[in-house]
């Protein structure tokens, strides 16, 4: 029922920044919880950040926890991912996430929603 768009993606050097954003359409980030994963080539698609649209609450994974910040607008629909002291490592396809709660979305249920993504890459 929400269409989710990512923008922001791109190619940025090691201990650069680069922020995300994923603008919603359709229904408003009320009582959704929203996230990001990414999924490099080969790889599997793995959590990120994720934050609660009920309590405001943030989760991240620990191999990004210090570095990306994930907040949110509800006023504009939007969810964005600062990224700061990129590593190569980060270096894969972003999407953006969307679910009834936080639990439901870091278990990448079949229930969630996704954007189409945005890549980004992170030279050495």
């Known amino acids: 029922q929400v269409q989710l768009v990512e923008s922001g993606g791109g190619l940025v050097q090691a201990g650069g920044s680069l922020r995300l954003s994923c603008a919603a359409s359709?229904?408003?980030?009320?009582?959704?919880?929203m996230g990001w994963f990414r999924q490099a080539p080969g790889k599997e698609r793995e959590f990120v950040a994720a934050?609660?649209?009920?309590?405001?609450?943030?989760h991240y994974a620990d191999s990004v926890k210090g570095r990306f910040t994930i907040s949110r607008d509800n006023a504009k629909n939007t969810v964005s991912l600062q990224m700061n002291s990129l590593k190569p490592e980060d270096t894969a396809v972003y999407y953006c996430?969307?679910?009834?709660?936080?639990?439901?979305?870091?278990?990448?249920?079949?229930?969630?929603?996704w954007g189409q993504g945005t890549q980004v890459t992170v030279s050495s």
């Open positions: 996430a969307q679910a009834g709660n936080t639990l439901v979305l870091m278990s990448i249920a079949r229930s969630v929603n």
């Open positions: 359709g229904r408003t980030f009320s009582s959704y919880a």
């Open positions: 934050i609660s649209w009920s309590g405001g609450s943030t």
